[in-house]
């Protein structure tokens, strides 16, 4: 999307959305699509709603709604017209053609709006992924549009069509951007084990996009992060450090931010992104509480945490923006959290307690506790010396016993995929006799 592009959003309700959600939900439903809007540079100059049974298979809105829409855009003159849902190549091509004016879907939306946010190579690497997987199913009639990927990719193959010469390009280039971002994994995983041999617990900052988990950052680290009052400021993730009470170090990573319905492409391509939160020993979920939707966006993360395999891991439920709320959580609320906590990560409000919380919570997760990894599964060995503080190893005849210090999570997962229960497990003790 260009900047200063004019726009008309449009939100379908199909028939089990219209029963489960009243007139607020769609208020906040547009607003965030405004807000996407925004983001990507456009203006939302008018805005359509209409109620279905099912979307259409052709138009996705119906022939009807579709020549009302063209005729509000031709006589405002706008530039585009964006769909707050994920389109079908068919159904782009079809609206764009009864229309005559650029179609943007949900998706494509915030994949631009990533492309623009991108700042390292890594993060430019991975977008562009996500957007050729988007464009791969799309590309009959774009052939003139990637020109760009043309250089050093090749020639046209004997007896290939235009359409087939773009689709291997851009297949090359896929897996081009695949090898490069193994590169970036493995790099990660490097980085991620120096912090397992220096015994560094981690905590992988989420949330719903513009919750506050940057400002928390530089407000707990100084890290100096980029933040802005718009969604997806930042992509990239930054790993720092912190010192918290009772003589407990531990680390900081920053991630990027979810939303609804988050694309599956990008959830492909950030792989190695995501993976910071798989690999982090603790999860810090970032929740703005002075949104009116917050209890539907803490249920997004969750859903999101789930799709990783992440959902089990010990958590810290982060209420921030509690300066701003109109109303505090209940008390029925906060029983539903993991370990929440209130506070304002700008203005500092409540950062003591939290640091305490982060300490007392690695301090009682941690045991220390000795397993017999049997040599024909020397991948849990492997994945200890990953996961965990390896104290000690020693070979026997039928395999290698281990001491760790280790978390609970962890080491329940151990035991299940060994067939045996720890030995001389004690509970936090491995931060105390550092």
Same mark, same amino acid.
């Given at each position: ?164 010469? %773009?689709? +291997?390009?851009? &297949?090359? @280039?896929?897996? /081009?951007? $695949? !090898? *490069?971002? #193994? %590169?970036? +994994?493995?790099? &990660?995983? @490097?980085?991620? /084990?120096? $912090? !397992? *041999?220096? #015994? ?235």
């Amino acid at each position: 999307m260009r900047k200063d592009e004019q726009v008309a959003a449009v939100t379908l309700l199909l028939d089990e959305l219209v029963r489960d959600y009243d007139d607020d939900d769609l208020a906040i439903r547009r607003e965030e699509l405004r807000e996407l809007i925004r983001t990507a540079g456009g203006t939302t100059v008018t805005e359509f709603t209409q109620a279905r049974r099912k979307p259409d298979p052709a138009t996705f809105v119906g022939r009807g709604k579709v020549q009302e829409i063209a005729e509000v855009a031709e006589d405002l003159n706008l530039d585009a017209v964006v769909f707050n849902h994920e389109l079908s190549a068919g159904q782009q091509a079809e609206l764009e053609d009864m229309m005559d004016i650029k179609v943007i879907d949900r998706t494509r939306l915030i994949l631009d709006i990533f492309a623009q946010r991108a700042r390292s190579k890594e993060g430019k690497l991975q977008v562009e992924l996500a957007q050729l997987s988007y464009l791969l199913p799309r590309l009959t009639g774009m052939g003139e549009q990637l020109s760009r990927l043309a250089g050093g990719i090749g020639t046209r193959g004997p007896g290939e069509t235009k359409l087939e010469t %773009d689709r +291997r390009r851009v &297949r090359e @280039r896929m897996a /081009d951007l $695949r !090898r *490069r971002i #193994a %590169d970036v +994994r493995e790099h &990660r995983q @490097r980085v991620r /084990d120096r $912090r !397992r *041999r220096r #015994a560094t617990p981690s905590f992988a900052l989420v949330g719903y996009t513009n919750a506050g988990k940057s400002t928390l950052l530089n407000q707990l680290t100084e890290a100096g992060q980029f933040t802005e009052d718009k969604l997806f400021a930042t992509l990239d993730p930054l790993v720092r450090q912190i010192d918290l009470p009772h003589s407990v170090e531990a680390c900081l990573i920053d991630t990027v931010g979810f939303i609804r319905d988050l694309p599956a492409q990008l959830m492909a391509a950030f792989r190695a992104t995501l993976e910071e939160i798989t690999q982090a020993d603790y999860i810090m979920h970032v929740v703005d509480i002075s949104h009116d939707d917050w209890l539907r966006q803490v249920d997004a993360v969750l859903g999101v945490l789930r799709e990783l395999g992440a959902e089990e891991k010990e958590t810290i439920t982060v209420l921030n923006k509690v300066d701003a709320a109109e109303r505090q959580p209940d008390s029925y609320q906060m029983g539903q959290l993991a370990n929440p906590i209130t506070l304002s990560a700008l203005h500092g409000i409540h950062l003591e307690e939290l640091r305490e919380l982060m300490s007392e919570l690695i301090q009682r997760t941690r045991v220390r506790t000795t397993f017999d990894v049997p040599y024909e599964k020397m991948d849990v060995l492997d994945e200890l010396h990953r996961e965990a503080e390896v104290l000690s190893e020693k070979y026997t005849d039928h395999g290698v016993r281990v001491e760790v210090s280790i978390n609970e999570s962890l080491a329940r997962r151990t035991s299940s995929r060994l067939g045996q229960v720890p030995d001389d497990q004690e509970k936090g003790d491995a931060q105390n006799e550092q």
